[in-house]
C-alpha cells in the first residue's frame, strides 16, 4: 500500500493548516499552545462575509507555506498554527471557499451560506485577489485529534518549547519547524 506524503509541488495536499496570530492578551505562540491545551479550534467571524463563525485553512504544501508564512509577511501569517487531516475537516464540515465579487455572491449563495465566499475583485486598483490561498472554510469549532493534527511553529526551539510546555507528549501527531525545516528567511 502506497504511502501518502503531504503533496507534490504545485498539488493540493492531505492537510489544510491553520494558522494563529498574536492578540491583545498572548502571542501567536501563546494561542497555539492554547489550542492544543484546549483540544479545539474555535470559529471567528473576523473577515467573513456573513459574520458567522468559521475556522479559515490553506490548502497548500508545507513548501507553500514556508514560502508564504515568513518574515516579510509577518502583519499577516504568523509562523504557528496547527494542521489538520483534509479528510477528518470535511467530515467535520470544512469546504472549498468560492472566490467571487461581493455582488455576485449575494445574488448566488443563500445569505446563511455567505461564510463560503471570498472576495475577488480583478477590477478595483490594487486588486483583491485570495486565491493563491486555496482557502477552505468550516462552520464552527473543530475538535482536535491528535492523530489528524500537527503542530506548525518557527523554529526548532519553538517545538522544543511545545514538547516541554506538555512534558514531552504535545496533544498532536507532531510539532513541524517551517523556518529550520524549509530554512526561509
Known amino acids: 500500500m502506497k504511502k501518502e506524503s503531504w503533496a507534490a509541488p504545485g498539488v493540493c495536499g492531505p492537510m489544510l493548516a491553520h494558522f494563529t496570530r498574536a492578540s491583545k492578551q498572548a502571542s501567536a505562540f501563546d494561542n497555539l499552545v492554547s489550542i492544543l491545551h484546549d483540544g479545539v479550534l474555535r470559529a471567528g467571524s473576523r473577515m467573513v462575509r456573513s459574520q458567522r463563525p468559521v475556522i479559515c485553512f490553506f490548502d497548500a504544501t508545507l513548501e507553500e507555506l514556508a514560502r508564504t508564512v515568513t518574515r516579510r509577511n509577518r502583519r499577516r501569517y504568523e509562523p504557528f498554527g496547527v494542521a489538520v487531516d483534509r479528510r477528518y475537516a470535511f467530515r467535520h464540515g470544512a469546504r472549498p471557499v468560492i472566490y467571487l465579487p461581493a455582488d455576485e455572491a449575494r445574488q448566488l449563495l443563500p445569505r446563511d451560506e455567505l461564510w463560503r465566499a471570498v472576495a475577488l475583485q480583478l477590477d478595483r486598483d490594487p486588486p483583491i485577489d485570495w486565491c493563491f490561498?486555496?482557502?477552505?472554510?468550516?462552520?464552527?469549532?473543530?475538535?482536535?485529534?491528535?492523530?489528524?493534527?500537527?503542530?506548525?511553529?518557527?523554529?526548532?526551539?519553538?517545538?522544543?518549547?511545545?514538547?516541554?510546555?506538555?512534558?514531552?507528549?504535545?496533544?498532536?501527531?507532531?510539532?513541524?519547524?517551517?523556518r529550520d525545516v524549509f530554512a526561509y528567511a
Open 133 to 178: 490561498e486555496r482557502e477552505w472554510r468550516l462552520p464552527g469549532d473543530l475538535p482536535l485529534e491528535n492523530r489528524h493534527a500537527v503542530a506548525l511553529v518557527e523554529t526548532w526551539r519553538d517545538s522544543e518549547a511545545i514538547y516541554d510546555y506538555f512534558n514531552g507528549t504535545p496533544p498532536c501527531a507532531g510539532v513541524i519547524p517551517l
